[in-house]
């Protein structure tokens, strides 16, 4: 049984703190990533798209980040686009913006046929239902729709309703996006240099990178054969080189896993697609070493140490640092 933890933040592990009870606190996270996102957005942009929006239930108001535009505005306009922005999609319905972050403990629940009740406040992990109208293909019969579910809680998702997505300010804020043709070796250069920053927390941090959690971050550094505790103004040219492909090769490998699965099956793809993060105690698919974790507060990092440190186990120095 998975233990009630707090949910993770997007923000780097600098000044987190060990678990009371020390072992993982996400050992098998599915908090959706860039590539998880980019699956849903996917998936949304085919089923979505042409789509009249038929009604917005609000269940769980404090998920409602915004006033005005009112989530009833959307009603009677149509799905123009969906896009992904980091980690947070947008359904653009006719220049209105339903923004959606899951965070932590947020999915979506895809219907074909949508139900008809309305969606109400109450015990139910039903955050908000969007129920659509099929216009655009007739032939194919039902109400499609999709429920924005957040289980536990500690309400983290967010959802906005907006003008222009930019207008929401940790979209206006977020950093390069990792994937974006424009991303080059250099890109990744620049936001190294000057930091005195462990290289995973500088991974995760939305406004730096956009998209990359604590999963990928693991995921990545242990395909660039990185310890997650480098400090990222220090990595030599070679490590840039090697951190920058491992970045492309972990997302676009993931993306593309994440290609045309139905929303309910994008969380099973993810855990079985990965090396390290959330394999504590297993082999190293590498070198057969044992996977290790170091654990915080409201997260855990895995890595190998043959591959990523030298050999050496890492100690939570910080912690010590932190309880002088
Ligand atoms: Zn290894």
Redesign the pocket.
């Known amino acids: 049984m998975a233990r009630v933890v707090p949910p993770v933040a997007v923000r780097p592990v600098e000044g987190a703190q060990r678990h009371p009870n020390g072992s993982a606190a996400d050992r098998l996270s599915t908090v959706p990533e860039l590539p998880e996102v980019e699956g849903l957005v996917g998936f949304l942009r085919e089923h979505a798209v042409g789509c009249v929006v038929a009604r917005v239930d609000v269940a769980a108001i404090n998920v409602l980040k915004t006033v005005d535009p009112p989530p009833t505005s959307l009603a009677g306009l149509t799905v123009t686009g969906v896009a992904r922005h980091g980690k947070w999609i947008d359904l653009d319905v006719d220049g209105l913006h339903l923004v959606v972050h899951l965070a932590k403990a947020g999915w979506l629940r895809w219907y074909d046929q949508v139900p008809d009740r309305v969606a109400r406040p109450g015990r139910t992990p039903i955050a908000l239902r969007v129920a659509l109208d099929r216009v655009a293909a007739p032939e194919v019969a039902g109400s499609p729709g999709f429920d924005l579910t957040e289980a536990g809680t500690r309400k983290r998702m967010a959802v906005h309703v907006v003008r222009d997505p930019q207008q929401v300010p940790a979209i206006a804020s977020l950093g390069p996006d990792p994937l974006d043709p424009a991303f080059d070796r250099e890109a990744l250069a620049t936001i190294l240099r000057g930091r005195r920053t462990q290289v995973k927390g500088l991974l995760r941090q939305q406004s730096v990178l956009a998209g990359v959690g604590n999963a990928y971050s693991d995921e990545v550094l242990h395909v660039a054969r990185l310890s997650p505790y480098a400090l990222a103004a220090t990595l030599t040219d070679d490590e840039v080189d090697r951190l920058y492909a491992a970045l492309r090769g972990v997302l676009t490998e993931a993306v593309v896993t994440s290609w045309g699965k139905p929303a309910a099956e994008l969380k099973d793809a993810k855990r079985s697609a990965m090396r390290v993060h959330g394999r504590t105690g297993q082999p ?1 698919p ?2 057969g ?1 044992t996977v290790r974790e170091v654990s915080f507060a409201d997260s855990s990092l895995q890595y ?1 140490p ?2 990523q440190t030298g050999g050496k186990p890492l100690a939570d120095r910080r912690l010590s640092r932190l309880l002088k």
């Open positions: 190293c590498v070198c070493d190998c043959t591959c």
